[in-house]
């Protein structure tokens, strides 16, 4: 595995290059990105990046993404159908919805879209049934949907530091469901006690 952290010495030795890490310029990727189809990890960095293109689908092999920037508010579903994805992380940019996907399911396994825009649950849950750990800590979410159960394999869920005041989770629909995160909430004090008693679920904070 060859790690390089910079582009341009990673379109030197394109097929060497299988993990990338660079800060990025500019509100679209670099086009001689999309070149460097050995890639597995990528991750990127950038205050500008507006935009992530539908060229992303040309890095077959990528198996780890990793993009942050605060301007970055959607992705294209072929970063998600890429066929070898497992984990991608997508934490601080200003995502408030993910694109639909039909007809087709998402490889992704770890999902991290803490401290975006997010308002609810993304509307595609159906798409991403391999998902085990899905982070949505640091959003704006208020209540969610039955679309939650379709994440049958999920294991761990943090819904940290939303704006929750209720929690109608049935557990029993996620049967892989072993780690569940909902500091930081504003739940009332009876929703707080009914959350103990119903579901077994113990905090160190309910606040």
């Given at each position: 595995m060859a790690i390089f952290k910079s582009l341009k010495k990673a379109l030197e030795a394109p097929q060497e290059a299988t993990v990338l890490k660079i800060k990025t310029k500019g509100a679209?990727?670099?086009?001689?990105?999309?070149?460097?189809?050995?890639?597995?990890?990528?991750?990127?960095?950038?205050?500008?990046?507006?935009?992530?293109?539908?060229?992303?689908?040309?890095?077959?092999?990528?198996?780890?993404?990793?993009?942050?920037?605060?301007?970055?508010?959607?992705?294209?579903?072929?970063?998600?159908?890429?066929?070898?994805?497992?984990?991608?992380?997508?934490?601080?940019?200003?995502?408030?919805?993910?694109?639909?996907?039909?007809?087709?399911?998402?490889?992704?396994?770890?999902?991290n879209l803490?401290?975006?825009?997010?308002?609810?649950?993304?509307?595609?849950?159906?798409?991403?049934?391999?998902?085990?750990?899905?982070?949505?800590?640091?959003?704006?979410?208020?209540?969610?949907?039955?679309?939650?159960y379709f994440l049958e394999e999920i294991v761990r869920l943090n819904l940290n530091s939303n704006k929750l005041k209720s929690l109608n989770l049935k557990t029993d629909k996620l049967p892989n469901l072993k780690f569940l995160s909902i500091d930081h909430n504003p739940f009332p004090e009876e929703e707080k006690q009914r959350i103990q008693k119903d579901l077994g679920l113990w905090f160190e904070q309910f606040t």
């Amino acid at each position: 595995m060859a790690i390089f952290k910079s582009l341009k010495k990673a379109l030197e030795a394109p097929q060497e290059a299988t993990v990338l890490k660079i800060k990025t310029k500019g509100a679209t990727l670099p086009n001689e990105l999309f070149t460097l189809t050995s890639l597995t990890q990528l991750y990127i960095q950038s205050s500008e990046l507006k935009t992530v293109q539908e060229d992303i689908a040309a890095l077959s092999k990528l198996e780890t993404v990793n993009i942050q920037s605060k301007e970055l508010k959607e992705v294209p579903r072929e970063l998600l159908l890429l066929p070898k994805l497992k984990s991608l992380n997508l934490s601080a940019c200003s995502i408030s919805s993910l694109p639909p996907i039909v007809g087709a399911n998402s490889p992704v396994q770890i999902l991290n879209l803490s401290s975006n825009k997010l308002k609810s649950l993304p509307l595609n849950m159906e798409s991403l049934s391999k998902l085990k750990e899905l982070n949505l800590s640091n959003n704006d979410i208020e209540s969610f949907t039955d679309s939650i159960y379709f994440l049958e394999e999920i294991v761990r869920l943090n819904l940290n530091s939303n704006k929750l005041k209720s929690l109608n989770l049935k557990t029993d629909k996620l049967p892989n469901l072993k780690f569940l995160s909902i500091d930081h909430n504003p739940f009332p004090e009876e929703e707080k006690q009914r959350i103990q008693k119903d579901l077994g679920l113990w905090f160190e904070q309910f606040t």
